[in-house]
């Protein structure tokens, strides 16, 4: 069972029979059901086909299955033909289910072989095992026990942050990443003789010695290596001249059989890695004749999701300051492989007028994205509310944005001789893959897209953007600074005013867009308002907005929300005493901010993983400099936390308004998260029963961050609404 009582008692917990209507829940069911049956893209690349004017298209993905509880992977496969150059039509669909010990599933470059990595536990039990297989289009060609050559630890999962697998552009070898092999331990009291030379005897006494990882979400990963297998021998080379300071991944093949790859410092010690792309981190080249080891990147900066232009001539990658905010306004840098150069293709852009480019916030690229001309870049990035395409011509640093004309997103996931895959979506449309023809240069926002599927019908939800220009409230250094909330609301026009549920993101250096999110889309089905809330601090509206945040977290963007909901309950959709507040994260930070220094205007509130002290937080969570930077301080990995800096960050949090709160609030925890441990919603829950206020907490287990493993998310999306159903009514 996956949702679980926490460690203490809750018997105290006193549950009250409401007098909600059962039929409202029984329809929030159902339409939960029937909006998780619909299935998520994950990812769709074009595939080798050698016909003129004719595509194949592979696709991956998720279905929640509610009866297994789990999702389910499938992939789908498309056959495009293109009569002329835009006009695509879709001949040939099929549906095949994807073995999840698949790990990864490669094509080489000429077509003719796939490369995959299965995982496999034995029946009978013992330890997991990896292969590595090679396939034809007929049958299994090759096998390769990796783990039996004792050459290394496991094989990285695509993990988005470390793991990769590629070919060598001769297809004799592969490359990818695995945990280091590690000495083989053994107990002083364990009086076993192992009959091996001397080097290879275990050392003694280290076995419970700790092992730091890179926490929320890849635990578990310590210190990771390249390593090349030969095709033809079956050898593998574990890359040994790499620094053993660093953690690799992210590599890549240059044309002459060198590799290009990340390096992330782990000294003094780890932290999380997980949307912190300002980690310290370089591209490095691997050298094939010397084994030496170059840096390519700029010192002192945090660089990552290197990519070479077709012709081997130009690698483009992105760079990041190390320390500071989280997410941040990003670099996109050009390094010439023939002079050695390093130039600025796309720099930080700080405050940027309304309709103005406002800077590049990704932290990675496409494993494919240029153009056919060689000299146009093609990516995702944050424009304000929307997500978006950029296309980057590298000779004229001239950058073009592909937004979607609906007020949606657009996510490109692939690029091949000017053919785009994209996964497109919007507040009240459920995502879907397309194929777009990219525009010739200086044309590309006249892309025009076709649904590989047919859509689903688009939901009764009507959205628009609000701005907002606190004037009375600037901040002492960028001064008044734009911020936005997108607000939706269902079609029903028997339905005169609607409850609002005010809605403020986490990180806090993240963004709402007007993608489709399932949970929302389910509460304003069923009979709610929302209001998305881009306080400032949000992403995509430049470098200069995220940094006003620092120091003034539990003031501006509290106030910033608050202004929100006031300006919100003021229209006649809007019923003004039956207002809720929801969020995650730091947004469930500013939920228990808002409940507590606006007691009373809030007639329901849940959060999920919030901070509410961040003095506590600093010494459990896997990102210590979060609680340093977003306090207003400077972080450094010798920081100890004074009694000042700790009463500062004491003044910041949500807790100092327990008294206040007069809101009934339900919690959620994910029990395995490392990012915000759960004892900071617990003490909060705990704090509030003390003082007799009505609170319920839920606990899941073997769900982190995030909530969503598929049980965790039902049960949360239902439990949420019955919540506010029973303190709005």
Not at 407 to 427: E, P, W, Y
Not at 601 to 612: D, E, M
Request: charged content about 25%.
């Amino acid at each position: 069972m996956l949702i679980t009582p926490l460690k203490y008692s809750t018997t105290q917990l006193q549950i009250e029979e409401s007098n909600r209507d059962l039929n409202q829940l029984t329809s929030a069911v159902e339409v939960y059901k029937r909006l998780v049956s619909h299935p998520d893209p994950v990812v769709a690349w074009f595939s080798y086909n050698g016909i003129q004017n004719q595509m194949s298209i592979n696709s991956v993905w998720n279905q929640s299955d509610l009866d297994r509880l789990e999702k389910v992977k499938f992939t789908k496969s498309y056959l495009v033909s293109e009569s002329s150059p835009g006009k695509f039509e879709v001949n040939h669909r099929n549906i095949s289910s994807s073995d999840s010990n698949i790990m990864y599933n490669e094509e080489a470059p000429s077509g003719e072989f796939n490369a995959i990595i299965r995982k496999f536990t034995p029946k009978k039990g013992g330890e997991e095992k990896q292969f590595i297989e090679i396939w034809n289009h007929c049958k299994k060609i090759k096998q390769y026990d990796v783990l039996s050559k004792e050459k290394h630890g496991k094989i990285c999962t695509k993990d988005g942050q470390f793991g990769c697998l590629h070919w060598s552009k001769d297809e004799t070898k592969l490359l990818y990443v695995s945990e280091r092999k590690t000495p083989k331990m053994a107990s002083y009291f364990d009086t076993k003789k192992a009959d091996k030379p001397e080097e290879e005897q275990p050392i003694r006494g280290h076995e419970h010695d700790f092992k730091q990882d890179w926490g929320e979400q890849l635990v578990g990963k310590h210190k990771l290596a390249l390593n090349i297998l030969d095709l033809n021998s079956g050898d593998i080379n574990t890359l040994d001249t790499i620094p053993e300071d660093l953690s690799v991944g992210q590599a890549i093949w240059t044309p002459d059989g060198g590799i290009i790859f990340v390096g992330w410092k782990h000294e003094p010690y780890r932290l999380g890695l997980v949307y912190c792309p300002i980690r310290p981190s370089a591209v490095y080249l691997w050298d094939s004749k010397t084994s030496n080891i170059k840096q390519l990147s700029d010192e002192n900066r945090a660089s990552s999701s290197p990519n070479l232009s077709p012709d081997g001539s130009k690698l483009i990658y992105l760079d990041n300051q190390v320390g500071g905010p989280h997410r941040q306004c990003a670099r996109l840098m050009m390094y010439d492989m023939k002079s050695g150069t390093n130039t600025v293709l796309v720099d930080v852009v700080k405050n940027p007028k309304a309709d103005e480019f406002p800077g590049i916030y990704r932290q990675s690229l496409p494993q494919r994205c240029w153009a056919a001309d060689g000299k146009r870049v093609v990516f995702n990035s944050v424009w304000r509310h929307q997500a978006g395409i950029l296309v980057v011509d590298t000779e004229t640093k001239k950058i073009t944005p592909i937004l979607c004309k609906s007020g949606g997103c657009l996510k490109i996931t692939d690029i091949h001789q000017d053919r785009m895959l994209v996964v497109r979506s919007n507040i009240n449309q459920q995502p879907y893959f397309s194929i777009s023809q990219l525009p010739e240069s200086g044309k590309e926002s006249s892309a025009e897209f076709l649904p590989l599927d047919d859509p689903e019908p688009p939901l009764d939800i009507s959205f628009k953007i609000l701005k907002f220009q606190p004037t009375s409230r600037p901040h002492p250094t960028f001064g008044v600074n734009e911020y936005e909330a997108i607000l939706a609301i269902p079609k029903d026009v028997e339905q005169k005013k609607w409850p609002l549920i005010v809605f403020p993101h986490g990180g806090p250096h993240s963004v709402h867009t007007t993608d489709f999110l399932l949970l929302p889309a389910v509460f304003m089905l069923s009979g709610f308002a929302m209001v998305y809330v881009n306080y400032r601090g949000s992403c995509g509206y430049g470098d200069d907005n995220i940094r006003s945040l620092p120091g003034r977290v539990g003031d501006q963007d509290v106030k910033d929300c608050q202004e929100v909901a006031e300006s919100v309950i003021k229209l006649d959709q809007i019923d003004e005493n039956k207002v809720a507040v929801f969020g995650g994260s730091h947004g469930g930070f500013l939920t228990a901010h808002l409940i507590g220094q606006y007691p009373g205007f809030y007639k329901a509130a849940c959060c999920r993983n919030p901070a509410t002290n961040i003095a506590v937080k600093i010494a459990t969570t896997d990102i210590p400099d979060w609680c340093y930077v977003e306090a207003g301080f400077e972080f450094t990995y010798s920081s100890l936390p004074t009694g000042e800096k700790l009463t500062e960050m004491w003044k910041m949090s949500p807790m100092q308004y327990v008294d206040k709160v007069e809101t009934p609030i339900l919690i959620m925890l994910g029990l395995e998260d490392a990012r915000v441990p759960p004892k900071q919603g617990e003490e909060y829950y705990k704090q509030l029963r003390a003082r007799n206020k009505k609170a319920r907490l839920i606990g899941y287990s073997d769900n982190s961050h995030p909530i969503q493993t598929v049980e965790a998310s039902a049960d949360s999306c239902i439990n949420i609404l019955d919540w506010f159903w029973q303190h709005l009514d």
